[in-house]
Each structure stands twice: as C-alpha cells, then as structure tokens.
C-alpha cells in the first residue's frame, strides 16, 4: 500500500485562555507511525502558562515565534530557568520536566519534534502534567499523597485541587515566574538564527545544522536538526540521507515547490508547501526544493544526532567524483556529452540560485 507523503497542517487537541496546544496525528499523516515521529506546537498567549509536564519522548523544541521563558528540570539536576526567542533550539532528552511562560505581546510559538519509539502511541507525544486538573496527583489518593509529601489531608487537598486548568493557563499580572539566567542557557539551548552558518551561498541560501558539537544534548535525544533559508527562486540539490536516517520537515515560511522520489524512479511527492506544513522523507529517498519568489524555511529533524547526506547535483555531488568513463558507461553518452555535464555547477554546492 502506497504511503501518503503530502504535507499537513497541525490541528488544536486543547486550550484555553492562555493558549493552546496542537498536534499532528499519526491517522492523517501516515508516515510519522512509519517513522516513530512525533510533531505537536505550543501556542501561548500573553501570560500564558504551559503547566510543568514531562513526556514519554525526547525530543527538539523550536521557538517559531515571539519569546518567553522555558524552565527546564533535568533528571535529578536543578531548575534551569532560560530565555527563550525566535530561532531557539533546545534539545528535550527522555524524562525532562518543562514548564514556558510568554510574558510578552506576541504569540509566543515553539514547534516540538520528536521520537516515538518508546511512546505510548507511535507517531504521537503523551504528555504527563504534574499539576492541574489532569495532573498525575488527581489520580492518587490523598492518603497516598499525604505520605508522599508528608503534609496534613487539608493541605494536600488544596494543592491538589486548587489548579482546575488543564496543561495550559492563563496567569494574573501579581504572578512573577524565575527571571531566567544567562548561564543557564549554556548546554541547553542554541539560537539557530545567530550561530555560526555550517553553508551559506549568495543568492541560494544558508544552513545552520545541530549536533552534538554545538549543542551537546542532541546527542541524548537521538535527533540532528537544521534550519534552512532559502533565497527566492533559488533552488536546493536533489539529495537523501545516506545513513537511513528520516528526515521531517517543517516550513517555517514563505512557500515553494517539493519533488520526492523513491524505490524504480518513481516520483511519489509532487506538490507546493507553505508556512505551517509538515512533510516527512522516508529513508534514502530523494528530495527536492525549489523556493518561490518569496523564499523558503523550513527547520527539520533527522532521526541521527549527526547526520549525512549525499547530493546528486552541485560541485561536491557524487557525480563529480565518479570517473569520466564512468558516467560515460552509466548514461550510456559520448564523451563530448559527458564534458558538458562535468563542467557544469563546478562552484555551486547545494543551493543553484536562479538564473538571470
């Protein structure tokens, strides 16, 4: 049965005055069940509040839009309280305890990919609250809590019950959360719009890639990201991971035209993205992307902390380091034919920016 590749928007699972959550469904996009890949955003109001939670997957935050605050509580370590703005990437492994706050104007939106695979449901993120009106302390006892927090029954029961909102809350201005700490962000978090750029043609875009070098923590969660800017009309290589890993891609904006080709040559994705799509590549197929006038974004996870691709266009492709006889043989051409494709994007790598 042939699997559907086309890209999907994310749709609202809950929310409330301080925002709300969204979440792509393994139902409606087949391949993150295929992939063991989660993908959900957290879109938060002013003063609004996602409540501290964990969940049963690591993952990749990627702050969209506005800024914030995030705590962060790693296993059996102390509270990082961190900024948090547009183009932050922050590596989330098994068993971290978060809460975000936006204090600020502006929609604050962070974009989470993730691996399922010791999920509950494949292809889809379970969140545990700790607090809330589904928090897991609604589900104990008071007796059992009581014990657990060696605290009187009265006491418990206010703790307990007195937050009758559900993951995501809307606070009163007297609330003051932490003030977050520059140091803290050390490890945790990196700005994929500042850092330093892994490619950067004129005219045919830039590319930031996380990995356990620039942030460390990728390295725990099981995932390399990238963030990738591509210039108007430009266009990037055909090319696919060569180390089976999967890549999910999320357009972050402007719009532009996808191919996908897989097993026999068959082209099995043909279609144009825009801002808000999620689209997945399955293992060793072949993608490509031309921008419109507008340009192209797109962030993507792949399921290796340290990924690798080939290109099968540009002067560091594969095709530049077979020999001449080779790729003779292989089109089955005349040299004369060869010479004109050898000579061909001898400066350009991975991005070809339009022709004047």
Not at 18 to 31: C, F, I, T, V
């Amino acid at each position: 049965m042939e699997i559907d590749l086309s890209p999907k928007l994310a749709k609202k699972v809950h929310g409330g005055d301080g925002g709300s959550y969204y979440a792509w469904a393994a139902s409606e996009l087949p391949m993150l069940r295929e992939g063991n890949i989660g993908a959900s955003k957290l879109a938060l109001e002013k003063n609004g509040f996602a409540l501290p939670h964990y969940s049963d997957s690591s993952k990749v935050a990627y702050v969209l839009q506005g800024s914030g605050v995030a705590g962060i509580v790693l296993p059996e370590k102390e509270e990082k309280v961190i900024a948090i703005k547009k183009g932050d990437a922050i590596a989330l492994p098994f068993g971290v305890v978060t809460w975000w706050y936006n204090k600020e104007d502006t929609e604050l939106v962070v974009l989470f990919l993730g691996d399922t695979s010791k999920a509950h449901k494949t292809g889809e993120f379970t969140d545990f609250f700790i607090n809330g009106s589904n928090g897991i302390f609604t589900g104990f006892s008071t007796e059992f809590v009581s014990r657990a927090w060696d605290l009187e029954e009265n006491v418990v029961k206010a703790l307990v019950g007195k937050q009758t909102g559900k993951g995501i809350v809307k606070l009163t201005g007297s609330v003051k959360l932490p003030e977050p700490k520059k140091e803290h962000r050390d490890g945790l978090a990196l700005n994929c719009e500042e850092a330093p750029l892994d490619v950067n043609i004129k005219n045919g875009g830039r590319v930031v890639v996380l990995n356990t070098k620039n942030l460390p923590l990728v390295g725990e969660v099981g995932l390399g990201a990238d963030l990738v800017r591509l210039d108007g009309s430009a266009m990037c290589s055909p090319g696919f991971s060569c180390d089976s890993a999967l890549q999910v891609t999320y357009i972050v904006r402007g719009s532009g035209r996808v191919q996908v080709v897989g097993a026999d040559g068959r082209r099995v994705l043909e279609t144009t993205v825009k801002g808000g799509n999620l689209f997945i590549v399955p293992r060793f197929f072949v993608v490509s992307k031309i921008a419109d006038p507008d340009g192209l974004e797109w962030f993507s996870i792949i399921t290796t902390p340290n990924p690798i691709f080939t290109h099968l266009a540009g002067r560091t492709s594969v095709w530049k380091a077979l020999s001449p006889q080779v790729l003779e043989a292989a089109f089955n051409v005349v040299p004369d034919i060869e010479k004109q494709f050898r000579s061909k994007r001898t400066s350009d790598e991975i991005f070809f920016p339009p022709s004047n």
